[in-house]
């Protein structure tokens, strides 16, 4: 009878130790049936040597696939990333679409250098990027938005949404809303644009002919401020923006705490 309590698992390398071996041996006849650890040149652990390369082989799947069946893999510079597989994403780490925000990310690696990432962020939003070449190279995050609907009157807009990051005084498209061939936007907006620094926000129609007015200005609105406005919106696409107030000309993400419109008819 086996004494289980008292029984030796193989060793099995794990985590970013773990190793594929390339071949699988075959057992021959005159080998003697021998156990214990693998020891091949002393005739130690013959009947194991296959089950070690089999369970070497499953663990480098699962540590390629981010932790499979466990906690995933933990990655601080996903720039970085060379083989195929699943990681959590730090909020501080290199390469984050989202900084100061934790994530998952699919890895795929192809050849000739390129790869595919995708993450999804504790932001809320979905973002994808390639690597062109062995450089690397990666591109600009792109971020995943959902379709939405032409707009029609009587529709009202509310939620939450990140910018792009962009120097100061100048704009940035942070949602894009489909058009509607004639109609009047109703404007009312509370609270505003997070960040240390003065920041706005308007509704601009993706023609650059028009913004929606405001009685300061184009500004629909700012923190903490609620303002009203209309615009014609005359088939084109109406984009929301953000733009940062002040002289610091230093880049970041810009997130609307909450927004809100509605659509009439002419």
């Given at each position: 009878?086996?004494?289980?309590?008292?029984?030796?698992?193989?060793?099995?390398?794990?985590?970013?130790?773990?190793?594929?071996?390339?071949?699988?041996?075959?057992?021959?006849?005159?080998?003697?049936?021998?156990?214990?650890?693998?020891?091949?040149?002393?005739?130690?652990?013959?009947?194991?040597?296959?089950?070690?390369?089999?369970?070497?082989?499953?663990?480098?799947?699962?540590?390629?696939?981010?932790?499979?069946?466990?906690?995933?893999?933990?990655?601080?510079?996903?720039?970085?990333?060379?083989?195929?597989?699943?990681?959590?994403?730090?909020?501080?780490?290199?390469?984050?679409?989202?900084?100061?925000?934790?994530?998952?990310?699919?890895?795929?690696?192809?050849?000739?250098?390129?790869?595919?990432?995708?993450?999804?962020?504790?932001?809320?939003?979905?973002?994808?990027?390639?690597?062109?070449?062995?450089?690397p190279t990666w591109t600009e995050w792109t971020k995943i938005t959902p379709?939405?609907?032409?707009?029609?009157?009587?529709?009202?807009?509310?939620?939450?949404?990140?910018?792009?990051?962009?120097?100061?005084?100048?704009?940035?498209?942070?949602?894009?809303?489909?058009?509607?061939?004639?109609?009047?936007?109703?404007?009312?907006?509370?609270?505003?644009?997070?960040?240390?620094?003065?920041?706005?926000?308007?509704?601009?129609?993706?023609?650059?002919?028009?913004?929606?007015?405001?009685?300061?200005?184009?500004?629909?609105?700012?923190?903490?401020?609620?303002?009203?406005?209309?615009?014609?919106?005359?088939?084109?696409?109406?984009?929301?923006?953000?733009?940062?107030?002040?002289?610091?000309?230093?880049?970041?993400?810009?997130?609307?705490?909450?927004?809100?419109?509605?659509?009439?008819?002419?």
């Amino acid at each position: 009878m086996v004494n289980v309590a008292t029984v030796n698992n193989l060793p099995i390398e794990t985590g970013d130790q773990a190793i594929w071996p390339d071949g699988i041996v075959m057992q021959e006849d005159g080998w003697w049936p021998t156990g214990g650890p693998v020891e091949p040149e002393n005739d130690g652990g013959l009947q194991n040597w296959q089950a070690l390369q089999l369970g070497q082989r499953t663990e480098w799947l699962r540590f390629q696939l981010g932790g499979l069946g466990g906690t995933a893999n933990s990655s601080a510079d996903i720039d970085a990333l060379d083989a195929t597989g699943m990681v959590e994403i730090t909020s501080a780490a290199t390469g984050n679409p989202a900084p100061g925000y934790a994530g998952a990310l699919v890895h795929t690696e192809g050849t000739g250098g390129k790869a595919r990432q995708l993450c999804v962020s504790d932001d809320g939003w979905v973002y994808s990027r390639l690597r062109t070449d062995a450089v690397p190279t990666w591109t600009e995050w792109t971020k995943i938005t959902p379709d939405i609907a032409p707009m029609s009157a009587g529709d009202s807009f509310t939620g939450v949404v990140n910018s792009a990051s962009h120097s100061s005084n100048s704009w940035a498209t942070a949602q894009t809303f489909d058009g509607l061939s004639s109609g009047l936007w109703i404007v009312t907006v509370s609270a505003g644009v997070t960040g240390t620094v003065a920041a706005q926000a308007r509704l601009s129609r993706s023609d650059g002919a028009s913004n929606v007015s405001a009685s300061a200005g184009y500004e629909v609105f700012s923190p903490s401020l609620s303002q009203t406005g209309s615009m014609i919106i005359d088939g084109h696409d109406v984009n929301l923006q953000t733009a940062r107030n002040d002289s610091a000309g230093i880049a970041e993400l810009r997130t609307i705490t909450a927004y809100g419109f509605k659509v009439r008819d002419l």
